[in-house]
């Protein structure tokens, strides 16, 4: 049943003729902008993406028309948010799952950043993960997202050492840091798990100021920076063992503040800059 739900997406990646498997988009688009930058990201002319997530269980009517969702288990939260929001809920992820039936289900992210401890990961995933996998075994299942730095590899270690049953089907990414350093935290991962394709579902480029204050890595001026993203988004569209990637520049550049702002795939106003273009697959 699964696959029966992927066909449509099949058939709409293989009517956009340019449209690359691996090449994602996050529908986490600027709030006070949402309408206007949505539909700049779901433009017919943008025909390079295949799909999209929202970081949670619920898709995002807009662009699934256009692209394929893959749902993600927030963390282990079982209630709604304080607002009442549920999309992290995961008491609620396997009806989720049931209704929507995703080829693909992301898991836990980033746990040492939002401080999920091992046992707590492991024990949501005996308790909620493993059924799904049961119940739909042609399911892929993503690990909890792992970061550059020092602390991830120790926590996924751990996590598989505690649970043996607690398996995932693909190494998931991120990572925030220098571009120049990219390619060597990517390979490092290739070598803990090299027999596990990977998905880098989260990046962006930024640095540390001399106060410990956050910078981006593509400021205006910066010539070398936008360049490098392309031959570093190539050498993925290249690597046979990446599966998927998603570049994080849905933000609209210098709004909001903040590194996660300078390269942007549109302009202040709502435009698509050059990178925008060039990663939606705009002519």
């Keep these: 049943m699964i696959i029966n739900s992927f066909l449509p997406v099949l058939a709409l990646c293989a009517s956009a003729h340019a449209a690359n498997p691996k090449r994602g988009i996050i529908s986490d688009v600027n709030q006070n902008t949402r309408d206007a930058d949505t ?19 619920y898709p995002d009517s807009e662009f699934s028309k ?5 749902m993600q288990q927030f963390g282990v939260n079982e209630s709604p948010e304080a607002d009442g929001n549920n999309f992290k809920n995961i008491k609620l992820l396997m009806s989720e799952v049931d209704k929507q039936r995703p080829s693909h289900l992301m898991t836990f992210l980033e746990p040492v950043h939002y401080g999920v401890s091992v046992d707590a990961a492991v024990n949501a995933w005996r308790q909620y993960i493993i059924p799904i996998k049961k119940k739909y075994p042609r399911m892929q299942i993503g690990s909890p997202s792992v970061i550059n730095g020092e602390d991830s590899l120790p926590w996924i270690r751990s996590f598989q050492q505690k649970c043996p049953e607690c398996k995932f089907d ?3 990414v991120h990572y925030y840091w220098r571009y120049g350093e990219f390619k060597n935290e990517i390979m490092n991962w290739r070598k803990q798990f090299p027999k596990k394709p990977m998905w880098v579902s989260d990046i962006g480029f930024q640095d540390y100021n001399a106060d410990g204050s956050l910078t981006g890595m593509c400021k205006p001026g910066d010539k070398k920076c936008v360049p490098s993203i392309k031959r570093l988004i190539t050498w993925m569209d290249n690597t046979p063992w990446i599966k998927r990637y998603t570049f994080r520049g849905e933000f609209r550049r210098g709004v909001g503040g903040g590194p996660l702002f300078f390269w942007s795939f549109l302009d202040k106003n709502g435009n698509y800059t050059p990178l925008g273009k060039w990663y939606l697959g705009i002519n």
């Design 170 to 172: 693909f190494l998931d």
């Design 66 to 70: 256009r692209y394929q969702f893959v």
């Design 39 to 57: 539909a700049r990201f779901t433009d017919s002319r943008a025909t390079a993406l295949s799909w999209y997530y929202s970081f949670g269980q």
